[in-house]
């Protein structure tokens, strides 16, 4: 009975007694830059379970303690298996002396002769060792302070299926992935050409994410590409999941709601830019590569326009434009023209606009915020939705919106047609950031047009031409080549596009190293 | 230091030439030479352009710096100091008063409900805006701004032309060449607010030798454009108004944009193009508002702080709110013939005759 009591003590004292252990060691950042130390890696990475210390010996004219460092789930075992381990431990196991395998000789005898992996190089950093094991590639340690990091980086991805955001009629239907080497063998695939660079980095203090620069050495401008190098060097973040931490860290005003830096999940639209001489970046993880610099009238530019022929291109251009001008000022011109500019109208319509509005309680302003508020929430409500859902929402949406609002006289049967229109024209615009910069812009705009009228809309226009003319991307006037004007790119790649035949030189919308070849020439 | 490129001097001048002229001037030449008012229009504003050769010659000489500074080297630094209290205050007085104007316009023609101070404050923001963006950002504002306007001009003439009465345009030159000469005056002193501006923003312009020659070609066609385009406004105007009603409009133009119909859809459209004229107007209080800055920084030596752009707004929008009333507009006419025109016309002739004659004596 004692005993039981003294037991039953025991663990009443220990549940309450707070364990105390030691926390695992972080990496400092001495670490990174410090001689490979196995210990130390060791004592760094063995808290976890997924990494895998894979310890033995060569018998050589020396014994050398070796280890093979991974972490599962992130290799090839095929090749840890058939190139590492079983040349190592079996192929070659009894020739070891002959060779005359030391401490001293190892690694460059591995290197040259006895591992067939075809990435292998020679470690000394232990930032090197600690990278090369957390990115999935295999570090084999032999003894204390020498290793060799071997390329086994391997997998489950999603491949390279059709991107979902930026569909095409006409073109190739491949689209990024996850894993940055198949996005750049993708890029490199299109542009078979030693002057396409690849450079590699690190950003995450904690992620310790890989991004990729890539860019065409003979076309990028240096200013730029040494700006970009400039401003990734300052990012100081734990970690980056997504470009879009990258985008908000380097554009050049973070404050403004137009995007300075665009995207796309598109191999092609990723060479097609590196060909107008810019620079895109990879970051692993994320189907998205963000490109820089860039100026407004690219976001109203797709792949296809460049694959369709050059009369259909125009039209599909003006119609893109005219969207932009209809979602941003088709609400605020109604509500100026009914609230301040009647004259403007011709009779019937003044009379059929004032027939419908007779018996809405709320004045044209109201009315219109109300109804651009409750198509916001539509929007959001529906992107998020599993796709069916998606669409008994709309469908919902439309009916109340549409038809029970009109017959209940809370708005006008032609304030439902303009935000109708409105929200079409805003899915006419291809950029989805630009898209929902315009929706933030036409608020104010409305407000103004219902306090102001035309000069209201003129203010509000004014400053936001203001606003547009301060951006810039990588120091490039956002509104080029309209401001400052470039009148061959202007005619060739803006609100037009010159047939193939007659782009004889590159157009000119941003600086680059060779703006007078390009084109078919 | 900010520059500006050759394309956008030349904008930029057409611009601050242009200014607002559109809108009194067609008033003001009839007023002096009845229906041969038009005649009066394009020798006027080619009047300054000896001006203009004078400045560009000096910035030769003196690359980088603007009037203010070159007088300063040439007619001594107490005297540049004199001449720069008067180009700020003339610059602010103009700049303010035509803010009024502004004001005024909008409330008289297309929003009569809403108070002065509601243009001048809304207008003043834009101008602030535009002015802290710097002469950059200027620049490529009038590259947008302008052919809109330019545009819009345009196609109120071409929609008043079925309203033409040919019989107008007759009898031509039936009170002799006399009050031509007089007109001519009247629009030189619009233009000579433009070789003000020019003194100012020399120090902008590209330095280089090549640039030289571009920069007075550039000037006559922005003179020449301005001209032909203020002389068509004048006689659309005498050809739909007849005029005896031209020289009673205020607003000439606005009433032109007042009778367009487009296929009887869409009428009454001045409201609309006072929008895209708001543009112009924007640049050239802007352009003011930059002067005002560049004289002060030459003469007190002021730096590029944001305190200084809100003190000189609320200068502008003080004197601009107290300028309302039916005669600050002649004021402005007044300030324009008396004030801008003398001085602008005596500066520059005398920095540059003491340039050429210290030249001349070191050659000789």
């Known amino acids: 009975m004692a005993s039981w009591l003294k037991m039953l003590k025991d663990l009443t004292v220990r549940s309450h007694v707070k ?7 972080m990496p400092s950042d001495e670490d990174w830059v410090k001689p490979l130390s196995y210990l130390r890696i060791k004592e760094l990475l063995s808290a976890s379970t997924d990494i895998v210390f894979r310890e033995f010996i060569l018998k050589g004219k020396q014994d050398i303690q070796c280890s093979l460092a991974v972490v599962d789930g992130l290799i090839d075992k095929q090749i840890i298996d058939q190139f590492i381990l079983k040349p190592l431990m079996v192929d070659f196991a009894g020739e070891l002396e002959k060779m005359d395998l030391t401490q001293k000789t190892a690694p460059d005898l591995i290197l040259s002769r006895l591992a067939p992996a075809n990435e292998i190089k020679k470690i000394d950093k232990l930032g090197d060792a600690l990278d090369g094991i957390l990115s999935g590639d295999a570090v084999l340690f032999l003894g204390e302070e020498s290793a060799l990091l071997i390329g086994a980086r391997g997998w489950v991805n999603r491949g390279v299926a059709e991107p979902q955001t930026e569909s095409s ?58 700006e970009l190098y400039d401003r990734l060097s300052r990012i100081k973040i734990d970690g980056v999941l997504e470009s879009g931490y990258l985008e908000e860290l380097i554009e050049d005003m973070p404050y403004s709601p137009f995007p300075q830096v665009t995207y796309t999940e598109r191999p092609d639209v990723v060479a097609a830019n590196l060909l107008e001489g810019k620079i895109a970046i990879l970051v692993d993880g994320t189907p998205i590569a963000l490109i820089v610099p860039v100026v407004f009238a690219e976001f109203m530019q797709v792949s296809e326009d460049y694959f369709e022929r050059a009369m ?7 119609v893109r434009f005219a969207g932009v001008f209809l979602a941003l000022l088709a609400p605020s011109i109604y509500i100026a023209v009914t609230n301040f500019h009647h004259e403007m109208l011709p009779t019937d319509l003044a009379l059929s606009i004032a027939a419908g509005r007779e018996n809405v309680p709320v004045p044209a302003l109201l009315e219109a915020l109300i109804m651009v508020f409750a198509l916001e929430i539509l929007q959001e409500a529906g992107l998020r ?7 008994t929402i709309g469908i919902v949406g439309a009916l109340i919106i549409g038809d029970a609002a009109v017959k209940a006289n809370l708005v006008s049967p032609i304030m439902v047609i303009i935000v109708g229109l409105t929200a079409v024209a805003t899915y006419a615009m291809p950029s989805y950031d630009v898209a929902i910069a315009i929706r933030l812009v036409r608020v104010p705009l409305m407000i103004l047009a219902g306090s102001l009228g035309f000069f209201g809309i003129g203010v509000g226009l004014y400053a936001l031409l203001i606003h547009l003319l301060c951006l810039r991307s990588f120091g490039t006037p956002y509104l080029s080549p309209i401001a400052p004007l470039r009148i061959r790119a202007l005619l060739q790649d803006t609100f037009v596009r010159a047939p193939w035949w007659a782009l004889k030189r590159r157009p000119h919308l941003i600086e680059t190293k060779e703006p007078k070849t390009g084109g078919n020439s | 230091m900010e520059r500006i490129s050759v394309h956008q001097f030349m904008i930029v001048s057409a611009s601050m030439a242009l200014g607002i002229t ?11 030479a009845g229906r041969d008012g038009w005649w009066c229009v394009l020798p006027g504003f080619l009047a300054v352009l000896p001006f203009a050769l004078m400045i560009l010659s000096l910035f030769k000489r003196f690359p980088g710096k603007n009037l203010i500074e070159i007088s300063d080297n040439i007619i001594g630094k107490w005297s540049a100091k004199g001449i720069g209290l008067v180009y700020i205050s003339v610059s602010t007085l103009f700049g303010s008063h035509l803010l009024a104007l502004v004001g005024d316009t909008f409330k008289r023609t297309v929003m009569p409900l809403i108070p002065d101070m509601v243009f001048i ?16 950002v200027y620049g490529r504002f009038t590259e947008i701004v302008f052919p809109i306007v330019f545009l819009s001009l345009i196609l109120t003439m071409l929609f008043s032309i079925p309203r033409f009465e040919w019989d107008q345009f007759y009898p031509v030159l039936a009170n002799g060449i ?37 920069f007075k070609t550039e000037i006559q066609r922005a ?16 050809m739909v108004f007849g005029p005896d009603e031209t020289k009673r409009l205020n607003f000439g133009l606005l009433t032109l944009g007042r009778m367009i119909e487009i296929g009887e859809t869409i009428s009454g459209i001045e409201s609309l193009f006072m929008m895209f004229w708001m543009g112009a107007m924007i640049i050239r209080i802007s352009g003011l508002f930059f002067m005002v800055l560049w004289g002060l920084r030459s003469v007190f030596g002021i730096k590029d702080e944001l305190k200084w752009y809100l003190i000189l707004a609320g200068v502008f929008y003080l004197v601009g709110s107290l300028a309302s009333g039916p005669k600050f507009a002649r004021t402005l006419d007044l300030i324009a013939l008396y004030v801008n025109l003398p001085f602008a016309s005596l500066w520059v002739l005398t920095v540059w005759g003491i340039a050429y004659w210290k030249q001349k004596g070191v050659q000789g």
């Open chain 1, 19 to 25: 364990e105390v252990r030691t926390p695992p060691p």
């Open chain 1, 169 to 226: 009629v006409r073109g190739p239907r491949e689209g990024l992935s996850e894993t940055l080497r198949i996005n750049t063998s993708l890029i490199r695939r299109k542009i078979k050409h030693p002057s396409l660079r690849i450079k590699s980095l690190k950003v995450g203090e904690l992620t310790r994410t890989d991004i990729v620069v890539t860019y065409i050495e003979s076309l990028a401008s240096e200013d730029v590409l040494n």
């Open chain 1, 312 to 318: 259909i291109v125009i039209l599909v251009r003006f």
């Open chain 1, 385 to 391: 939705l599993p796709r069916p859902m998606g669409q």
């Open chain 2, 22 to 32: 559109f809108f009194p001037i067609a008033q003001t030449v009839t007023k002096e």
């Open chain 2, 121 to 136: 404050g809304s207008m003043l923001i834009l101008v602030v805006m535009l002015v802290w963006a710097g002469i950059e």
């Open chain 2, 178 to 214: 006399k009050p031509l000469a007089f007109g001519v005056l009247k629009v030189t002193s619009y233009g000579m607010q433009y070789i003000l501006f020019l003194a100012g923003v020399l120090s902008f312009l590209p330095r280089e030798q090549e640039n030289q020659k571009r």
């Open chain 2, 223 to 238: 003179l020449i454009l301005v001209g032909m385009l203020n002389t068509l406004v004048v006689l659309i105007q005498i």
